[in-house]
T-cell receptor
Framework: SAVISQKPSRDICQRGTSLTIQCQVDSQVTMMFWYRQQPGQSLTLIATANQGSEATYESGFVIDKFPISRPNLTFSTLTVSNMSPEDSSIYLC???????????????FGSGTRLTVV | AQSVAQPEDQVNVAEGNPLTVKCTYSVSGNPYLFWYVQYPNRGLQFLLKYITGDNLVKGSYGFEAEFNKSQTSFHLKKPSALVSDSALYFCAVRAISGGYNKLIFGAGTRLAVHP
């Protein structure tokens, strides 16, 4: 199965600054996803990133706050802009596997970026 | 609306006893269902999934889950719990929206296994 490298693994940032999180996959994938997990909460999808097109954002998330790049089929970045303490969360990237039959369908997650905004 | 419900915030069980973590779903079309586990300061690990076929699916670490279409449930089970099973468990379902497939997660259930 595909291996996802996500970095940084954690960071402490000053409010008002921006942080860019990188997600590298060891194979080509069509769809990549970015999730947020606020403290003690479940995972919420931020956006879906397809190579060669604009990311599709979920309700409550906007491009100005969470710009996403997807320059090729193995890499994506998520930027958390103009951060406030409310942005303190774990951010995870994910890929969808659809190779072969439906039985191979699944989602793999990166190890996450633990962001603390002070 | 497409959704996943995990009705229990926390499940407590004694080591060696069977455990069940509940999950119900609402989705259009055939459900693709998943269970993930998250240990402290660790990423999300895949446990098992139901796509098609037998309703009882077996996964990692001795876990299994039963797909029940009439009850729209996909409860996670293990015959004999271990202290090391203590973690946060998430049920998820594939949802189709705006032409995209995406994974929707339940709120999570914290499993505490006591010696």
């Amino acid at each position: 199965s595909a291996v996802i490298s996500q970095k940084p693994s954690r960071d402490i940032c000053q409010r008002g600054t921006s942080l860019t999180i990188q997600c590298q996959v060891d194979s080509q994938v069509t769809m990549m996803f970015w999730y947020r997990q606020q403290p003690g909460q479940s995972l919420t999808l931020i956006a879906t990133a397809n190579q060669g097109s604009e990311a599709t954002y979920e309700s409550g998330f906007v491009i100005d706050k969470f710009p996403i790049s997807r320059p090729n089929l193995t890499f994506s970045t998520l930027t958390v802009s103009n951060m406030s303490p409310e942005d303190s969360s774990i951010y995870l990237c994910s890929i969808r596997r659809t190779i072969g039959t439906a039985l191979n369908y699944g989602y793999t997650f990166g190890s996450g970026t633990r962001l603390t905004v002070v | 609306a497409q959704s996943v419900a995990q009705p229990e915030d926390q499940v407590n069980v004694a080591e060696g006893n069977p455990l069940t973590v509940k999950c119900t779903y609402s989705v259009s079309g055939n459900p693709y269902l998943f269970w993930y586990v998250q240990y402290p300061n660790r990423g999300l690990q895949f446990l098992l999934k139901y796509i098609t076929g037998d309703n009882l699916v077996k996964g990692s670490y001795g876990f299994e889950a039963e797909f029940n279409k009439s009850q729209t449930s996909f409860h996670l089970k293990k015959p004999s719990a271990l202290v090391s099973d203590s973690a946060l468990y998430f049920c998820a379902v594939r949802a189709i929206s705006g032409g995209y497939n995406k994974l929707i997660f339940g709120a999570g259930t914290r499993l505490a296994v006591h010696p």
